[in-house]
């Protein structure tokens, strides 16, 4: 087909999967597995397969088996069995060691890089047959005439950021198909649409987040004990805040530490990222760090809401699957093996009805709807504070999930207390000098890229509200939720008063577009949901290395 101002090549597909991660890739494997004349196009907007991926990751390894069996023979380059497991409660200046919940025993598990983990699915993907396309931005739904979801427009490439083509203008394609498999991950650009679109969510409780900030480090010799899995919870987070630590011990002096922190906090001060770098000067944490060096890093939003949270996952034309949908397991977590389960459902699903109608019934009677039906009440629960949520954890163990349901009733953004509204808390941070001295330091280590002369991908739909109600009751929450620096209040001279200071200087939000590492934080918390994530050009963003 020609190409017009209005005219987009076209390319056909039986199927289209929009995300190459594990689910997207369990999807176009298992459905080329079943029926090898069907095509399946794979559409992924990092520059390669896994640069965008950022997970802990500790997987349960059975549905890899059955999707992949003798995965064991040639395994992926970081792919370590757990040998021990701990877990422990931080105070300030001390470490308490807690037993291990059931969901968090890991033998026969493996800690892994997922993103090397997907870089290493790919090519058994094309193997087969898949075609898959780095580099390209799904950036819009293409529409049919009966309202139904027939494919994806991938994004121009090419316009400068006032929206004129440039020199190495390209537009991007249309890929229609009669079915489109969002796999998208934790609050994807297409998936938010449509949820929204076809009302996906109107019977489920509001979506709960968390963000969760990585790093991947050399440690000094004989530091690191391959095989241990150690997670914290407690301490730097107060009481009424849900979230926890994890070090990976992986091998050749590796160590993977992060820090998740439930999205829904209330304290309009808090910066995630200084307390994730707190938790790694704790008493009984920093020797481990104490002359390594930092090898690389980055943060990406998790989706905790389970079973009380997902929407319906099939639409007309279109499924939802993995962390689009909300399938994570938060006690274990994890959700890569679910990612990876309901991929393979979907096409088991489509190869044997050659749609997508019922698909949405067979998830909720699966395996993966009865494990997290199973732990509903437990992210909820720490909803009334730590010492509350582990006493529901506790009860939801032992019974399976017997517990009557109990609501998450409030939106991340929504839980975010005004400045008058708040006491603030004195955390007893300490001074730090372990690496990144801070987060625009912290981007250095993500290696992102971006033609800085592109459309700001980040959406201010009322930017009055940032430099007036927002400053004013909540002084500029994004400055500190984001891990990446992307936001920031800066003063142009002299102004009017009107969204200045006290002195007349005119204040403005100064958007550092180039720092994102694509983690969706600001999409979820800004509380003003003024903030709108889009797809920047294809290939745009961190090139996560083992992470």
Known sequence: MSETATEREVMDYDLVIVGAGPAGLACAIRLKQLKQDLTVAVIEKSAEVGAHILSGAVIEPQPLDELLPGWRDNPPPICIPVEADEISLLTQSSRRKLPTPPQQKNHGNFIVSLGALCAWLAPQAEALGVDIFPGYAAAGIRYTKDGSVGGVIIGDMGVDKQG????????????????????????????????????????????????????LWRVAPGKCKTGLVQHSIGWPLDSGTYGGSFIYHLDKD?????????????????????????????????????????????SRTIIEGGAQSLPRTEMPGALLIGDAAGLLNLPKIKGTHQAIRSGMLAASHIAATGKGEGFDNVLRASPIMRELHKVRNIRPGFNKGLWRGLITAAIETVTAGKLPRTLHNHADHAATKKLQEFTAIDRHWVKRDLAPRDRLASVYFAATEYDEDQPVHLQILEPDVCTTRCGEEYDHPCTRFCPAGVYEIVTDGAGNGNGGDAGGQAKRLQINAANCVHCKTCDIKDPYQIINWVTPEGGSGPNYQNL
């Open 254 to 298: 590796r160590v993977a530490v992060g820090f998740v922190c439930a999205l829904d906090y209330a304290d309009p001060e808090f910066s995630p990222f200084e307390a994730f770098q707190q938790f790694k000067h704790h008493p009984s944490v920093k020797p481990l760090f104490a002359g390594g060096e930092i090898l690389s890093g980055g």
């Open 164 to 215: 004129q083509p440039k020199d190495t203008f390209m537009q991007g394609i249309e890929i229609h198909a009669p079915l489109t498999v969002l796999a998208e991950g934790c609050r994807g650009h297409l998936s938010k649409q449509l949820i929204k679109k076809f009302k996906l969510d109107a019977d489920s409780d509001p979506q709960a987040y968390g963000i969760g900030i990585k790093e």
